[in-house]
């Protein structure tokens, strides 16, 4: 095959992701392969996994490979051929990448994944300007989620589909995890509806990450990325009632991260890709793979979909 | 970030500093165990020069905290005195001091062969940094049966002025007269100046070695600083003291004409605020030497260089000096000296280290790094952490913070 082949790879504390660029010769768009797996025990075996499925589906090899970046909080585990070129970035820079590509304007964007929660400012130049990261507690991430639907015995999607049904506003203003669980238990006491209690976790992520945004302040469009806006639609919707705007969804929210190492690789290692104006453009070829409602898969679309995205319809 | 082979130079005084810390403690232990002399423990910025010209041989327990965290022991034995009611989120410092003292589990014991910190006759604190020196010393005052003394100087000061300098120096006056009339002994002043005159010196010194990391590159580290600091804690009215930091500037000195590098390759040089993590000291100094960034300065090093002492009443400096060390100063004379330190040592970056147990010795709550940051156009990186529990500090997380503010730093290039 003619052409190159760059991989990003976002090892997670709870999801392994990957994204794999197949830049074809005179040709103006690249294929992506994506695939996400869970991170389990071992995240060199995570990673193996999902760059073999994510590269099935782009019709590339591992042999063809320019170029990786590993990121995420297993990226050191991350092992690959000596032929190929590696680089280990934080998953800060790299979703800081995959969201400008995404949306050109964007100058905050909000990762909110299993173990911790960033806040990421962009400058006009498109690179980042700083960023925040949540205290050591789970509470405000993905972990803190997880923690108390297990409380409650429902899956994570009940919850967020019970979420979407609240009416009333709701917060929960607990500051921990496990505190927070007591207070869903005084709630459910004190007869509040379920969808209400459910919407009020959310918002409890909302206002945490609220205050990290404040923190720099705020002065554009905003991103959000990471496993738990992709999987939960009310915690897109607790953030825009928060911020009292709209945000944007990418469309492969949770691969925000392997997108931007994979268009690092592409930077370091090859061909230096240009920041283009959005333009509307359809998705609807993009693969099932990762919506709100879906199970993670793997799958294919054309990168400049990506690369111009608007979300999809959840 | 790729993992690097350079190795870092190792510094030749610190054979010297080994020797002089054993014969430090060695000599505490039979201080401890002679019936002839007297061991007092003091507050790392405290009286010390008073006891010294009282013949005491002088102890510092907050060394003892650093320690017993470098040596990763802390959050085991901090959950004995919360036992005993103290609050884990009280200084581990404190907690771990007296959670050794419930175990007895000091590495004093391995690395000197010693029986552990010396029994004190007398504790002698000063408030001046935070309140916790008070309770703490409390605990070991009821526990050897010993006199719990020190002063409670103004706190968080702006401009110090004449009438809080007389206040201190009362105090010490004070101070002086109990410790007379407990031990029937008059303290000798020309003894007093004669230790303040060498504190000064060991002091000047001191800063004279942190001086030369302004420099670039630079020839030392805060991770070499943390550990060549002991000499000015523990033993800054004496004659060794001076004798080392005099051999430990030069070859810093000669390190600069040599172009030797602590961190060979400097790309970044970073600042570092607040208290270190004792615990993960190693792991942190490799991370930013494979990074590349020399953290050159810190508020923590430099708090032992005092303005020098130019003769007259030694009270006087002893008071001014308790007053006017960053740590007791308002957020604005704060402020100020940071960013002076900032462009003196030419910083890319700084790091404010959130300490959970140490509220007097973190700058990050009232809103510092962010008015500096704007003000300065400086990144800067809150590490939430502590000095010496480590329950309270995520590895993981951290050194992501850490890598990606140094990728921060790199697209600001």
Redesign the interface.
Known sequence: MSGHVYVGIDAGSSATKCIVLRTERDSTDDAVGHAVVPSGFDYTRAARQVLKEALAAAGATEPEITACVATG?GRSSVQLPESVQL???????CHARGAREWYPNVRHVIDIGG??TKVIRL?DRG?????R?N??CAAGTGTFLESIAVRLGLPLSEIDALAMESVVPLTLNSYCTVFTSTEVLERIKAGDAKEDIAMGMFRAIASRVVEMLS??GRDGPVAATGGVVTYCSAMRRALEEALEMPIHRPPLPQHAGAYGAALLAREAFGERAAIHEPEPVALNHIADSACCSGTPTSGICGHRDLRQGEERPC | ??QTAVKRVEIEATSRLKELMRAYFLDLDAASKDHNRRVAWCTSVGPCEILSAFGFAVYFPENHGALLGAKKISHEIIPRAAGLGYCAEACSYMNSDIGCDLTDRSPLKQLYGIDGPPRPDLLVYSTNQCRDVQEWFQYFGQRHDAMVTGIRPPRHLGDVTREQVADVRAQLEQLIERIEIRYEQKLDRRLLREAVERSSRVSQLWGRVLETARHRPSPMTFWDMLIHMAPVILMRGSLEAIEYYETLRAEMEQRIADGVAAVPDERWRIYWEGMPVWPRLRELSEKFFDLRAAVVASTYCNSWAFEPYTGGDPLDWMARTSLEIFINRDEVRKERFLASVFDRFGVDGAIFHNARTCPNNTNSRYGMP?RL?RRLDL??LVL?GDLSDIR???T??SM??I??FV??LE??K
């Open positions: 909080y680089r280990r970035l934080t998953e800060i820079t173990q911790d400058c690179r980042m300007a700083d960023y990261m205290a050591k923190t720099g | 970030m790729a962010e940051r990144p800067v939430d309270f500090f995520s993981a997380q992501t913070n890598e990606a990728e921060q697209g600001r």
